[in-house]
């Protein structure tokens, strides 16, 4: 990246100009022998050229063409093993497509320009068999033989086996495409086709082995090649009998059932344990799904990552486990039973006890009523939580999301570690005693847990809310999180979306992790309209009545033929111009301070409008989005209207995010030209090329019969503002 690039490269060239002083210090001043000579002349050459082909790297990823043109020349001349495959990658980057697979079909050629590089050689493969299946330099056959030839070559490479899966998995979607159009056009012979021709379900079997395969392999494609070979699996799953009616594919149906459930069944066995957490939420969303043999199996592997990590998987288990969905509530339960039966350690049979007492007495204190105008209670007074008192402390860790959230180290050894870092997880120690209640009209409470490193944790327990939307639309945030991190230039950017923990107890009711130093937008507005005098802090009711009232003048009492809505915003941006600059201003006096805020501001509303976008999120006003007091950050909350929901209110939202003119205001004086279209871009541009596995996880919304519009009831108001 850039910032790398101008910190890394005086240090390359102090490297190299070191290794070359050195090799002539070493011919001239010290007397040794032509062995001795030649080999230390060997491994400074090569270091020589490492630094040459790092900087090449470095250069062609922050879009120098020119000096990494020059340094890849460099390393081919010390005969840099790698160096040809940087020279074909920077040739393809240049749009010089033929020349970069005439480089990489050399080295096919004659393996010995990599030295024995093993993993060198398997890259070069797998660059060519990609490209070549970009331009058409290859047949299907060919590519198929490329691919293997990758895997054999380095069978250790987890990279290898995902890129193949995906390959056979778009000429799976082809075949299915092609057989769909032949049979809606309805070819003559198609019939005859069709019993001769290869099914596209012929492919599954393969194609769910290699992405196991890397998943096995390696922490890289973690995200990408779990979701998608689930979703494979369960559609397969669901579609078998139908399949299997079908008197054109009856026999291959039922080949290809064995096979797909012997793989999954050894994969269920075989696959590191921790490697599942990645798919936690897509697993347990199916925990009821149709096909016998495909439940099975899904709670098999929910068992046995409950039994490795029960601390993360008795949360997430919380609320199927109270689910009103008989069926759910009846297999959560039975994988509990399971765990609990085949517990070995005495101290998890304790906690998988401690966690039911404990979750009963959690969901008590979520539906605890309070007076209409109580702004706290203690829990000692109330006299109705002595059981919780008596149960503390418990092992039980506290759910925030650096808790609950896997974190997975580089290479096949990471699968190997806990993706859960030890200073995240602590035990709840205690609840303290006084607990303050919100002003909403659901009354949540505002808990703080006490953890056992004597660090106070803050929740908002929310009634009468569902809160797995929310929840579902954190997990998919973390999973973007991870493809930000690996995108050059959303890392670059230091993208990403604020996640906090939200922990569903019911359907009804759950946790939501506080998010602190934070203040709503409207807030933020209101502030800055009173400093300048445009706003009334004390006669807030009084203004609101008054914007009301203009409203109704020029809009609610015109008839809707005679309406013009740029009549009353022109009025009222009259009477309040943007000014979320002032605040930015006021917040963070100190200039690069103020800057950097205003870029954090820019990028991370431009993140979540995008993302909020694509998944149809609404309900976006002045409460529901917050602003960090410490870095500018955005922060979204309240997800309860998804997927167009807005679009069914009693006032339909036809925007697809919010950009009014205190977000443009606060951007700077480019607006939303500058930052917040760049980040726009970048963040489409990452959302379109992993579809797939965030289509995976977006499917555990349909799965999990969660969401007001999958009864097809139609909403009539906004939700309630966010508490958080």
């Not at 059981?387 to 999301?401: A, D, E, F, G, S």
């Amino acid at each position: 990246t850039q910032p790398m690039l101008a910190v890394r490269e005086p240090l390359i060239v102090f490297h190299r100009t070191l290794c070359i002083l050195l090799k002539d210090l070493c011919e001239e001043e010290i007397p040794l022998s032509s062995k001795e000579l030649g080999r230390v002349s060997r491994l400074l050459r090569s270091s020589v050229g490492e630094s040459w082909l790092d900087q090449a790297q470095m250069c062609r990823r922050a879009g120098h063409a020119e000096p990494a043109s020059v340094a890849v020349l460099q390393a081919v001349g010390c005969r840099t093993p790698t160096a040809l495959l940087e020279k074909a990658h920077l040739l393809w980057q240049n749009d010089k497509k033929h020349q970069a697979i005439s480089e990489l079909r050399m080295v096919e050629a004659n393996t010995q320009l990599l030295n024995s590089n093993k993993r060198g050689e398997a890259k070069a493969l797998l660059r060519l068999a990609r490209w070549a299946g970009l331009t058409g330099h290859a047949r299907d056959d060919q590519l198929v033989a490329l691919y293997r030839n990758v895997i054999k070559r380095d069978k250790d490479w987890d990279k290898g086996y995902f890129h193949f899966a995906e390959y056979l998995d778009k000429v799976m979607q082809d075949t299915k495409r092609r057989s769909k159009e032949a049979e809606m056009s309805s070819v003559k012979g198609h019939s005859h086709a069709r019993r001769h021709g290869r099914h596209h379900i012929e492919y599954l079997p393969e194609i769910i082995k290699q992405y196991g395969s890397s998943a096995s392999r390696g922490t890289k494609k973690l995200f990408e090649n779990l979701p998608r070979m689930l979703t494979l699996w369960f559609n397969f799953g669901a579609d078998e009998k139908s399949f299997l009616r079908d008197k054109n594919c009856r026999d291959v149906a039922a080949r290809v059932s064995r096979d797909v459930t012997a793989i999954m069944t050894d994969f269920a066995k075989s696959l590191p344990t921790s490697a599942w957490l990645a798919v936690l939420p897509q697993l347990i969303s199916r925990v009821c799904h149709p096909n016998a043999e495909v439940t099975k199996v899904t709670r098999s592997i929910v068992t046995r990552v409950l039994l490795r990590f029960p601390q993360q998987v008795l949360w997430s288990l919380a609320a199927v486990s109270n689910s009103n969905v008989v069926a759910r509530r009846n297999n959560a339960l039975e994988i509990l039973a399971s765990a609990r039966q085949r517990a070995t350690e005495k101290e998890v049979r304790e906690l998988f006890q401690e966690f039911d007492t404990f979750v009963e007495q959690m969901k008590k204190l979520c539906n605890h009523v309070v007076g209409k105008r109580q702004k706290f209670f203690t829990l000692s007074e109330s006299g109705q939580f002595n059981l919780l008192k008596r149960t503390l402390p418990v092992k039980v860790i506290v759910p925030i999301q650096a808790a609950l959230t896997p974190s997975f180290p580089a290479g096949a050894a990471g699968l190997r570690e806990s993706p859960f870092g030890a200073e995240h997880t602590t035990s709840i120690r205690e609840v303290k005693d006084r607990v303050g209640v919100l002003s909403s009209l659901q009354r949540p409470k505002k808990v703080e847990l006490v953890g056992a490193n004597g660090r106070t944790y803050t929740f908002l327990f929310k009634p009468k809310d569902d809160l797995r939307k929310d929840a579902r639309l954190m997990e998919f945030a973390s999973v973007l999180n991870q493809l930000f991190a690996k995108a050059p230039q959303s890392r670059r950017r230091g993208l990403y979306l604020r996640t906090f923990a939200v922990v569903p107890l019911t359907e009804d009711c759950g946790m939501i992790e506080w998010v602190p130093n934070t203040h709503m937008l409207r807030g933020c507005c209101q502030d800055t309209y009173a400093e300048v005098g445009l706003w009334d802090l004390e006669r807030h009711s009084a203004k609101l009545r008054e914007i009301d009232d203009i409203h109704k003048e020029l809009y609610d009492r015109v008839d809707a033929r005679g309406r013009d809505p740029t009549q009353w915003l022109d009025k009222m941006l009259d009477m309040y111009p943007p000014m979320l600059h002032r605040w930015f201003i006021r917040t963070f006096p100190e200039p690069s301070q103020w800057f950097k805020a205003r870029l954090n501001f820019s990028r991370t509303a431009a993140v979540w409008s995008m993302v909020g976008h694509v998944v149809g999120l609404g309900d976006r006003h002045g409460e529901n989005i917050l602003l960090d007091q410490e870095s500018g950050d955005c922060v979204h909350v309240d997800f309860s209207c998804l997927f167009d929901k807005g679009l069914e209110l009693e006032t339909p939202e036809m925007v697809p995010f919010r950009l009014t003119q205190n977000i443009v205001d606060g951007l700077g004086a480019a607006g939303y030209e500058g930052t917040f279209m760049r980040v726009c871009e970048i963040t489409l541009g990452v959302l379109r090329s992993h579809r797939e596995a965030l289509m995976s996880v977006l499917e555990t919304f349909v799965h999990d019969p969660l969401v007001e519009w999958t009864k097809g009831s139609k909403a009539k108001g906004h939700s309630d503002a966010a508490d958080t």
